[in-house]
């Protein structure tokens, strides 16, 4: 799959320098599969859920949210934004 943009992941990893090692495995996770449907990336990512039209991935033992549209059809993973815990509970990410 594709990644539209591994430039969020190093944005927020520069704010966040522990979140960088776990952003950058599932990156590398994305992009040497192919997930053709929901039940192939739930299994790879157990800790996966859906909101709405968007997956919300836990890294890092639960830290950190990352929030991506995926377009099984054209294998492209859209981040919408990657947060900590706490700021992925506060809601704003949903508007």
Excluded at 64 to 80: G, H, P, S, T
Aim: net charge positive.
């Amino acid at each position: 799959m594709k990644i539209i943009s591994n430039s969020a992941l190093r944005a927020f990893a520069a704010l966040h320098p522990r979140a960088d090692e776990p952003l950058q495995g599932w990156r590398r996770v994305i992009e040497k599969n192919r997930f053709d449907h929901w039940a192939e990336l739930k299994a790879a990512f157990n800790a996966i859920g859906k909101v709405g039209e968007l997956t919300v991935f836990d890294i890092g033992g639960n830290k950190y949210r990352l929030i991506a549209y995926i377009r099984f059809e054209k294998q492209i993973v859209y981040i919408k934004t990657v947060l900590t815990h706490r700021d992925y509970d506060k809601g704003a990410w949903k508007s």
